[in-house]
């Protein structure tokens, strides 16, 4: 147990300037994604432009495209959130649209792993296709405000915890167990937001 502390001490400390700044425009935009604040969507923009290289860096390239991903649908939330007010509610998917949405996920998460596995030197092929795909999707629930993307979130910040630690990015481990616990926060909040527009 010492060795692990002493490990992980020493891989935070080794954590570079980018990695650094990569995970504090991170939290902030989770706190005001939660916080439904406009301003969410710069620093996810800043963010993920600085998570391309550093995931790239340590071979997790689908994280890498992942993140490349996200700095087009930063611009996308942005567009999407600054519609009228009447058109920027927080809506619920049918079970069905999560039941379709999960299993072609899953579809494409096993194939994507498969052909990275077998064609490049991608670390963890398998995992970091889970996190990608479903990390998409659960993106795109952001930026058009369905409730339900927080529980996906809380699935997919948990993995990330253990593959960022694996591929030594301590830092940014933390960072997903800070995401895990926010998205449970930013589920309730949202919920309770809902609610409220249901009242009227």
């Not at 927080?150 to 990330?160: C, G, P, R, S, T």
């Not at 694996?166 to 895990?180: F, W």
């Amino acid at each position: 147990m010492e060795s692990f502390i002493i490990d992980f001490i020493q891989g935070v400390y080794q954590t570079t300037i980018w990695e650094w700044l990569a995970v504090l425009c991170n939290i902030c935009y989770l706190i005001l994604a939660i916080q439904q604040r406009m301003a969410c969507w710069l620093f996810a923009f800043l963010g993920a432009s600085i998570y391309v290289y550093v995931s790239y860096s340590v071979h997790l390239y689908l994280d890498a495209f992942l993140h490349f991903f996200y700095v087009v649908t930063a611009v996308v939330g942005f567009l999407n959130w600054n519609k009228q007010k009447d058109e920027n509610k927080i809506i619920r998917w049918k079970i069905n649209y999560h039941l379709i949405n999960i299993l072609l996920t899953i579809v494409l998460s096993i194939t994507l792993g498969y052909l990275f596995q077998k064609h490049t030197p991608q670390k963890s092929p398998y995992l970091d296709a889970f996190t990608t795909c479903f990390s998409l999707v659960a993106t795109f629930m952001v930026a058009k405000k369905v409730l339900e993307n927080w529980m996906y979130w809380i699935a997919i910040d948990a993995v990330m915890v253990y593959l960022y630690f694996t591929r030594d990015l301590k830092l940014s481990s933390i960072l997903m167990l800070i995401y895990t616990i926010l998205a449970i926060k930013g589920y309730f909040s949202w919920r309770n937001h809902y609610k409220k527009q249901l009242i009227g």
